[in-house]
């Protein structure tokens, strides 16, 4: 199921930007079976070569869509059961 998400987030870097989708393809490798993920934005720049402000920036993105929650201060949960909208 994971590899499927690897290769939509590859066809999506032609669109999105190659750095966010950097970052996409390390937290989709970086979750456990439930889909959380424990981490800083720091172990994620450092992982992804990043800057700040991209991870900040693509973590805002993905709130806004409901793509991923902040539980708390270094663990946030992927949401990939998307509700299809009218």
Do not use: C, Q
């Not at 981490?39 to 800057?51: R, W």
């Not at 949960?77 to 909208?85: D, G, H």
């Amino acid at each position: 199921m994971k590899n499927e998400y690897l290769l939509t987030l590859n066809m999506l870097s032609y669109l999105y930007g190659y750095k966010k989708v950097e970052i996409l393809k390390y937290l989709s490798k970086n979750v456990d079976d439930e889909l959380f993920y424990r981490g800083t934005y720091k172990d994620i720049m450092e992982a992804t070569n990043a800057s700040k402000p991209t991870v900040v920036a693509l973590f805002k993105d993905l709130k806004n869509i409901h793509l991923l929650k902040k539980e708390k201060n270094g663990l946030y949960r992927l949401n990939l059961k998307l509700k299809e909208t009218k």
